[in-house]
């Protein structure tokens, strides 16, 4: 069973920046992939960005050019820094982690970006 607790979520002003963490434990199994989720009020969940174990990642195109992310395998650590926020980027942002032999999700972690 892996335990994912994200942090750094918050209030921030268009044009701000935060930065997201994701702390995993608990994982037998080396944590293949990584990424953000995230799910606006009356909206599914969409992907944000993943990585890869080896550092390959895949954004979508709304967090292209804005956002970073990044994963230190030896922390077991995932970040997401988020630059130039938009109010459309409002949303609960939720860690992922893909072992090979399951999925896991984080709690989430609210990211309101508003004047």
């Known amino acids: 069973q892996v335990q994912l607790v994200e942090s750094g979520g918050g209030l921030v002003q268009p044009g701000g920046s935060l930065r997201l963490s994701c702390v995993a434990s608990?994982?037998?199994?080396?944590?293949?992939?990584m990424g953000w989720y995230r799910q606006a009020p009356g909206k599914q969940r969409e992907l944000v960005a993943v990585?890869?174990?080896?550092?390959?990642?895949n954004s979508a195109d709304s967090a292209k050019g804005r956002f970073t992310i990044s994963r230190d395998n030896a922390k077991n650590t995932l970040y997401l820094q988020m630059n130039s926020l938009k109010p459309e980027d409002t949303a609960v942002y939720y860690c992922?982690?893909?072992?090979?032999?399951?999925?896991?999700w984080g709690q989430g972690t609210q990211v309101t970006v508003s004047s």
């Open positions: 608990g994982s037998r199994y080396s944590i293949n992939i």
């Open positions: 992922y982690a893909l072992t090979a032999v399951a999925a896991y």
């Open positions: 990585v890869t174990r080896g550092g390959s990642t």
